[in-house]
């Protein structure tokens, strides 16, 4: 099982950068992804995901200059990011959560058990 991220690099403020999420090991079908970042220093949060019926959620940060797409076939999920920030620096995460997981809880990181390693994205001002 295995969650391949990249994509990450330095960027200044107000670019663009695009994240890739590979996945393989498991039925894709079964899960849906989603991204999530850390800060130094910073718990973990939520950035982006689907629900269960496929329409995209973000984080009140991401909404308006994220945008989640998936490739079912290539078992790849995409982040584009735009309109980059300072704070948007971190390592992002992409997860899987299981396909049973409630809509209440897709935003939360104790429902995704499976996770990648992490691409780093600094954005400097």
């Known amino acids: 099982v295995q969650l391949q991220a990249s994509g990450g690099g330095l960027v200044q403020a107000g670019g663009s950068l695009s994240l890739s999420c590979a996945a393989s090991g498991f039925t894709f079908r079964n899960r849906f992804m989603g991204w999530f970042r850390q800060a130094p220093g910073k718990e973990r949060e939520f950035v982006a995901t689907?629900?269960?019926?496929?329409?995209?959620l973000y984080s009140d940060s991401a909404k308006g200059r994220f945008t989640i797409s998936g490739d079912s076939a290539k078992k790849t999920t995409y982040l584009r990011m735009n309109s980059l920030k300072p704070e948007d620096t971190a390592v992002y995460f992409c997860a899987a959560r299981p396909s049973s997981v409630i809509l209440s809880q897709s935003r939360a990181v104790s429902s995704y058990d499976l996770w990648g390693q992490g691409t780093l994205v600094t954005v400097s001002s």
């Open positions: 689907f629900s269960r019926s496929g329409t995209p």
